[in-house]
């Protein structure tokens, strides 16, 4: 079903709505007390050449909870998808929103789309989506990789990443809501693609639970309301 991104505490951000693709699962960046709560009974319960490890992990997703609801992180999904090989793949698409400051949203994603039609060869191209304008940015990315150092040498593993960003915006909104896919499964970065593509245009800025104005119960066809309500239910 559509999903409406969370609302941060304390913040007024504009209302939007998307589709989760499938094969992927919600992070919950806002647990409640009571869960959080439970969680750290059970650790605690746990024996105790279980409970370090268990402690660890959960210490590793407090912080990245506290990490993305500081950048605006409206939502985080994670991607498990089954390779040629057989071999699960992994993928972390975020939800985010950045506000324009003093500037129209609308005017600085389209110049920015502007300029990444002067610049596909370095991954960037404008698009048209239903909510309006907006762009793709991509690249292939360095970065370091879990596991230990190689034998007689301290310096960490390095890896490849696909990263994969689009920017855009709608009417009304002050703030630019911001997609981004990563995964290191590379040699997918068109499949990757397509999913992020696929978000972004069911991106809407109208509740799509509403029926469209002159249409009755149920939304118009040919609507992103409609297209959203026969894939998701």
């Known amino acids: 079903m ?12 504009p209302a939007f709505w998307y589709a989760i693709p499938h094969g992927y699962l919600q992070m919950d960046l806002n647990p ?12 605690l319960g746990l024996p105790d ?4 490890r268990a402690e660890e992990v ?7 909870v506290t990490s993305l609801n500081a950048h605006r992180v409206q939502a985080c999904l994670l991607g498990f998808h089954p390779d040629d090989a057989g071999s699960i793949v992994f993928s972390v698409l975020t939800i985010s929103t950045v506000p324009a400051s003093e500037s129209n949203a609308e005017l600085v994603v389209a110049s920015l789309a502007g300029t990444a039609a002067d610049r596909p060869d370095e991954g960037m191209r404008p698009l048209v989506l239903p909510s309006g304008t907006g762009f793709l940015a991509e690249r292939k990315r360095n970065v370091t990789a879990p596991g230990r150092p190689s034998e007689g040498s301290d310096a960490p593993p390095q890896g490849q990443v696909w990263q994969g960003t689009v920017a855009l915006t ?11 896919m990563v995964t290191s499964s590379v040699e997918s970065a068109d499949d990757y693609r397509n999913i992020l593509l696929g978000v972004a245009h069911t991106v ?6 509403l029926p469209e104005a002159g249409s009755g119960d149920e939304p118009e066809l040919g609507t992103a309301a409609a297209s959203m309500r026969a894939d998701f239910g």
């Open 170 to 180: 709608g009417t009304g909104t002050s703030d630019i809501i911001m997609l981004q």
């Open 49 to 52: 050449e279980m409970r370090d």
């Open 58 to 64: 959960l210490r590793f997703y407090a912080g990245v």
């Open 204 to 209: 809407t800025f109208t509740d799509p639970s």
């Open 2 to 13: 559509p999903e409406r991104r969370t609302e941060a505490a304390g913040q007024q951000e």
């Open 32 to 43: 409640p007390v009571e869960r959080v709560t439970g969680l750290v009974r059970q650790m």
